[in-house]
C-alpha cells in the first residue's frame, strides 16, 4: 500500500474516532418517572421518555428560595430572560452563586429556556426601583447587561447535595452530554426539594 493511501486510512479512521467520542452537551427538562441504579428515566418537558445514565462524577444539587432581599451589589447570580416590549431584558428567574467561588461560564449568551431567551451569569452593580420591579446592572468580565426583575419571579440558590436527592416524581434540570449514537449521560443534576423547582 502506497504511503499516499496509508496516510488517508489513518486520517479517515482518525476523523471516525473523533466522530464517535464527540460529546454535544445540553439540558434535559422534565420529570423524573423512575431511578434503576444509574439510569434514569425522564419524561421530558417535550413529553419525550428518556433513559439518562449518571456519569460517575455526575454532581447533584437542589433549590433553596430565597428573596429579592437577599440581592445586593456584589451579589454574584446568574438569569434567565428574554427580551421584553420595549427591548428591555426581563429575568425569568434568578438563581445566585456562592460568593466563596468564581461565577460559572461568566458572560452573557442564548440560552434555551424558550425561545429567543438568554442567560447572564455576572456580578451585580446597581440596583433600582423599576416600573414593574426592579432594574439589575450585571457586570461581567467583558460587558454588562441591565435586567428588568418582575416582583414574581423565583429566585433560588443551589445547594449541593447527592444522589439521595433523586426521587421518582420530581421535577429536575439535567446537564447532559450526548453521543453520536444518542446516548445520554447527566453530569450534572438539579432537582426538586421541599416544593422549590430549578426555574432555569
Known amino acids: 500500500m502506497s504511503s499516499f ?21 445540553g439540558r434535559v427538562r422534565g420529570t423524573i418517572t423512575a431511578i434503576d441504579g444509574n439510569t434514569l428515566s425522564v419524561k421530558s418537558r417535550e413529553g419525550q421518555d428518556l433513559r439518562i445514565e449518571l456519569a460517575p462524577n455526575a454532581t447533584f444539587a437542589y433549590m433553596k428560595a430565597l428573596k429579592l432581599s437577599d440581592i445586593a451589589p456584589g451579589t454574584p447570580l446568574g438569569t434567565s430572560a428574554v427580551k421584553g416590549p420595549d427591548g428591555k431584558i426581563v429575568a425569568r428567574e434568578l438563581h445566585l452563586f456562592a460568593k466563596d467561588r468564581p461565577i460559572p461560564n461568566e458572560g452573557h449568551r442564548p440560552w434555551d429556556l424558550e425561545p429567543g431567551s438568554t442567560m447572564t451569569n455576572a456580578m451585580v452593580t446597581a440596583m433600582v426601583q423599576a416600573k414593574n420591579g426592579h432594574e439589575l446592572t450585571l457586570k461581567y468580565k467583558d460587558g ?20 439521595s436527592l433523586l426521587v421518582a416524581g420530581q421535577y429536575a434540570v439535567i446537564a447532559v452530554t450526548t453521543d453520536a449514537g444518542g446516548k445520554m449521560t447527566a453530569t450534572r443534576v438539579q432537582i426538586t426539594k421541599d416544593g422549590v423547582k430549578p426555574p432555569q
Open 5 to 25: 493511501r496509508i496516510a488517508v486510512l489513518f486520517g479517515a479512521l482518525a476523523i471516525s474516532s473523533a466522530a464517535a467520542d464527540a460529546q454535544t452537551p
Open 144 to 163: 454588562a447587561q441591565q435586567v428588568i426583575v418582575p416582583d414574581n419571579i423565583p429566585i433560588v440558590m443551589a445547594v449541593d447535595g447527592d444522589r
